[in-house]
């Protein structure tokens, strides 16, 4: 079973960039979906993009909230997923997290995730 690691998370500015990692252990990530999701405090974790394996074309998936400023892909040679994040915003402080997905649902287990924290 794969085991997913988060990073890169940080304090940045209103209109920043951060780039995430989900570091991929244990066995390939790269026939694997993948999710990137949030859960700022007070609130239910959403879903923020997806990436399909690469048998399926590597295709990707926005939620509207980073549509047009978040970019997700795939390292295969690292396996490792990342989420490009630019133009950033105070509501995108959260907590991240990636996870495998099978059939649209989550498959693995949530890990430690990595802060996002967006001051004005």
């Known amino acids: 079973q794969v085991q997913l690691v988060e990073s890169g998370g940080g304090v940045v500015q209103a209109g920043g960039s951060l780039r995430l990692s989900c570091a991929a252990s244990?066995?390939?990530?790269?026939?694997?979906?993948i999710g990137w999701f949030r859960q700022a405090p007070g609130k239910q974790r959403e879903l923020v993009a997806t990436i399909s394996g690469v048998n399926s074309g590597g295709v990707t998936y926005y939620a509207d909230s980073g549509k047009g400023r978040f970019t997700i892909s795939r390292d295969n040679a690292k396996n490792t997923v990342y989420l490009q994040m630019n133009s950033l915003k105070p509501e995108d402080t959260a907590v991240y997290y990636c996870?495998?997905?099978?059939?649209?649902?989550?498959?693995?287990?949530w890990g430690q995730g990595t802060q996002v924290t967006v001051s004005s």
């Open positions: 244990g066995s390939t990530v790269s026939f694997n979906a």
């Open positions: 996870n495998t997905l099978r059939r649209g649902t989550v498959s693995g287990s």
